[in-house]
């Protein structure tokens, strides 16, 4: 088994919450643009155990349920107090005919339809569903899924959810939840800073799971709502490390950025990366994956995997090693900002602490 870091994600609890370095995403397992077999999954999550991954993020709408059904099998398995688990709320999952199912991007889903509900029902309703698919009595972290203006499909829609999750008693259930034990952190899962740091403005959270908003080619979360986040010690789990494709395949013909076409000024920038890569042979994809976790902030982050081969690539690219030199040469050629924390600060921060 490989052995890999642990950070804590929160202090407000009795119980606290030790994520490892690297999680697993569910999304692909529920079957996302294309289908996954059954032992196929079952033999990725076992990988990903066997590696040393102990942080486990799923949802309802990740194959219409097909993504917490096949984490149940591994749960099994694994042992539910092994492993860190969360889930999301914010979908409710109803029976319906044929024609009306809304599998959105995912393939071969069960028959069902998608309904948004944000509401003090509508979260004890999830969760209830959540456990039972999931095969557990809790999980860990529950997580608002989707109010960003990215997924609702424009700001003002973002707000009306945000609005409903506040005015109809979401946010109290979440709290009720986690004040009664069921659960040990509440959060949201997105693909905007911004309505972070919303909700975060508004109340009390424990963690956002954040996707492609903080990553080398994106830094404009550490303006406001990073710095909020130390502040407030509230941890980030990063997704989408590499802005939907690019920064793992480079800027290749045809290479995505927030899942379309990179746009000429993202890949000159990506060129030029690569180029500071090339001269200290450091493999893009291993520094996009690594430069996250130098923020105090991040504490752990979730790449995709389909297969037990890619969970292994993983693994091995977070624990390449990047010179410093590297790190250096990236901030002072201004290809990132100069206030983005990087690993070897990180790197200097625990060998101060361990000499003291």
């Known amino acids: 088994m490989t052995t890999l870091g642990t950070r804590l994600l929160n202090r407000r609890t009795a119980r606290e919450i030790h994520l490892t370095e690297m999680g697993f995403g569910g999304a692909p397992l529920g079957n996302l643009y294309r289908k996954v077999e059954e032992e196929d999954a079952q033999a990725t999550l076992q990988a990903a155990y066997d590696a040393g991954i102990r942080y486990f993020d799923t949802a309802p709408?990740?194959?219409?349920?097909?993504?917490e059904e096949r984490f149940s099998r591994a749960i099994a398995r694994f042992g539910r107090d092994t492993i860190e688990l969360s889930t999301k709320i914010g979908r409710l999952l109803l029976d319906c005919e044929p024609h009306e199912v809304t599998p959105e991007a995912f393939v071969d889903v069960p028959q069902k339809r998608i309904v948004f509900d944000y509401?003090?029902?509508g979260v004890m309703r999830s969760y209830e569903a959540s456990r039972q698919r999931l095969g557990v009595a809790n999980a860990d972290i529950l997580l608002i899924h989707d109010v960003c203006a990215f997924s609702?499909?424009?700001r003002e829609a973002s707000e009306a959810r945000v609005r409903e999750l506040f005015d109809r008693g979401g946010y109290r259930a979440l709290t009720e939840l986690r004040a009664a034990g069921e659960i040990t952190a509440i959060g949201a899962g997105v693909n905007e800073w911004q309505v972070c740091q919303k909700l975060l403005e508004l109340a009390d959270f424990d963690c956002f799971l954040l996707a492609g908003r903080y990553t080398l080619l994106e830094q404009e979360a550490l303006e406001t709502f990073l710095p909020l986040c130390?502040?407030?010690?509230?941890?980030?789990?990063?997704?989408?490390?590499?802005?939907s494709g690019i920064l793992?395949?480079?800027?290749?013909?045809?290479?995505?950025y927030n899942y379309a076409p990179a746009p000429e000024d993202v890949l000159d920038r990506v060129r030029r990366i690569e180029a500071l890569c090339a001269d200290h042979g450091v493999r893009l994809i291993a520094a996009a994956l690594q430069f996250v976790l130098g923020h105090p902030s991040v504490k752990t982050v979730v790449p995709g995997a389909v297969s037990p081969a890619e969970v292994e690539a993983n693994i091995?690219?977070?624990?390449?090693?990047?010179?410093?030199?590297?790190?250096?040469?990236?901030?002072?050629?201004?290809?990132?900002?100069?206030?983005?924390?990087?690993?070897?600060?990180?790197?200097?921060?625990?060998?101060s602490c361990s000499a003291a």
């Not at 130390?230 to 802005?243: A, K, M, S």
């Not at 395949?249 to 045809?254: R, S």
């Not at 206030?339 to 625990?350: F, G, I, K, S, V």
């Open 61 to 67: 709408q990740y194959g219409l349920g097909r993504s």
């Open 119 to 121: 509401s003090y029902d």
């Open 152 to 154: 609702q499909g424009s």
């Open 230 to 243: 130390e502040t407030r010690d509230v941890g980030i789990i990063l997704g989408g490390p590499y802005n």
């Open 248 to 256: 793992a395949t480079g800027a290749v013909p045809g290479a995505k």
């Open 316 to 351: 091995r690219l977070l624990k390449t090693p990047i010179p410093d030199g590297f790190w250096s040469d990236l901030r002072a050629s201004g290809l990132i900002r100069p206030d983005a924390p990087l690993p070897l600060d990180a790197n200097r921060e625990t060998a």
